[in-house]
């Protein structure tokens, strides 16, 4: 009984901190990552970072840790469509093309500027 509630409780980490994947297409080698950040500079935890590889319609979902940090892995080569998104902020969308599966680019810094306020 032990070695089943174990295996249930580990079950469970592991869908917690695993990345969204809506398609088995997308599992390869490639990755994104960067810092994402308010017009003042400040870094912003819990950005929804969305990457959808366009030929697969797939999505890869994960959010931006206290430092504004985020890495995308998992990806396959292909054009992907990635949006960073949180409440109060202007969404950012940026395309981003990995030519071969195990590629990796340069860190991408994203910039969100808040929201006007209509009086």
Same mark, same amino acid.
């Given at each position: 009984?032990?070695?089943?509630?174990?295996?249930?409780? %580990?079950?469970?980490?592991?869908?917690?901190?695993? *990345?969204?994947?809506?398609? /088995?297409?997308?599992?390869?080698?490639?990755?994104?990552?960067? @810092?994402?950040?308010?017009?003042?500079?400040?870094?912003?935890?819990?950005?929804?970072?969305?990457? @959808?590889?366009?030929? +697969?319609?797939?999505?890869? $979902?994960?959010?931006?840790?206290?430092?504004? +940090?985020?890495?995308? @892995?998992?990806?396959?080569?292909? $054009?992907?469509?990635?949006? %960073?998104?949180?409440?109060?902020?202007?969404?950012? /969308?940026?395309?981003?093309?990995?030519?071969? $599966?195990? $590629?990796?680019? *340069? *860190?991408?810094?994203?910039?969100?500027?808040?929201? /006007?306020?209509?009086?």
């Amino acid at each position: 009984m032990r070695s089943k509630s174990r295996c249930a409780w %580990f079950v469970a980490v592991l869908l917690l901190v695993t *990345p969204i994947v809506s398609s /088995a297409q997308l599992h390869g080698l490639g990755q994104i990552r960067g @810092t994402v950040k308010d017009d003042s500079g400040a870094p912003l935890k819990g950005v929804n970072v969305r990457a @959808t590889l366009s030929s +697969e319609n797939g999505v890869i $979902e994960i959010t931006s840790d206290d430092k504004g +940090e985020w890495v995308v @892995t998992g990806m396959g080569k292909g $054009e992907w469509h990635v949006t %960073f998104q949180t409440p109060g902020f202007n969404v950012v /969308a940026a395309k981003v093309v990995l030519a071969a $599966e195990l $590629e990796r680019i *340069p *860190p991408i810094a994203v910039v969100l500027k808040r929201v /006007a306020r209509s009086s």
